[in-house]
C-alpha cells in the first residue's frame, strides 16, 4: 500500500492497523468513510466510527488508506503529520473551563452517556434536564417550550428508534 496521494510533501507518522478477517467487498469497501454507512445494519452499527476517523485525521493534515482482500483481511494505514518538537503548553491558557448560566436537556438513551455529560455541565454553571429518549424530551419540552436554551442529543438516537435506514439494511 502506497502512502496516500492526498498527503503534501514531508514526514509522516505512520499507524498501520491488519486484521486477518473477511476482508471488506469493494461494494463497501467504495464507501466505509461516509457518514452513517454501515453493513451492521442488525448489530445496531451507526456507521460513524470509520467517518469521525477519516475527518479528524485529514482534520490534522493527515491520510487514512486501506487495502482488503476478501477471506484475507483488511489493513488500514494512518499518516499524521510527524511533529518534531514538543510544543509546549500555552502558558496564556486560561487556567478554568469557560462558565455558562443556560438551560440544557439532554436526549441520549445512554444512561452513561447521560451522567458525564450532565455532570460535566453542571459543573461548569449549566442547569441540565436529562431524557432518555425523544418522546420524553418531546412531553418535557411541550410542557415548558421556553424552559431550554439548547437541546444537546444523540443523533443516532433517531435511526435507532426508526430502524435501518440504509438500502442493504432490510
Known amino acids: 500500500m502506497e502512502r496516500a496521494a492526498t498527503l503534501q510533501s514531508g514526514e509522516y507518522v505512520r499507524l498501520r492497523v491488519r486484521d486477518t478477517g473477511a476482508g471488506i467487498n469493494s461494494q ?90 450532565s455532570r460535566t455541565l453542571e459543573g461548569l454553571g449549566y442547569s441540565v434536564r436529562v431524557a432518555s429518549d425523544p418522546i420524553e424530551a418531546l412531553e418535557i419540552l411541550t410542557a415548558d417550550p421556553v424552559a431550554f436554551d439548547l437541546v444537546l442529543t444523540d443523533q443516532t438516537i433517531y435511526q435507532r428508534r426508526a430502524g435501518p435506514s440504509h438500502p442493504h439494511c432490510t
Do not use: M
Open 28 to 117: 463497501a469497501l467504495e464507501h466505509i468513510f461516509e457518514p452513517f454507512y454501515t453493513t451492521k445494519c442488525s448489530l445496531g452499527g451507526t456507521g460513524l466510527g470509520l467517518s469521525v476517523v477519516h475527518g479528524l485525521v485529514n482534520g490534522y493534515g493527515g491520510a487514512v488508506g486501506v487495502d482488503s482482500v476478501l477471506g484475507q483481511g483488511t489493513t488500514f494505514d494512518v499518516w499524521l503529520p510527524r511533529v518534531s518538537d514538543i510544543v509546549a503548553a500555552d502558558a496564556t491558557a486560561p487556567n478554568s473551563a469557560p462558565r455558562g448560566s443556560e438551560r440544557v436537556i439532554i436526549v441520549d438513551d445512554e444512561l452513561d452517556v447521560r451522567r458525564v455529560a
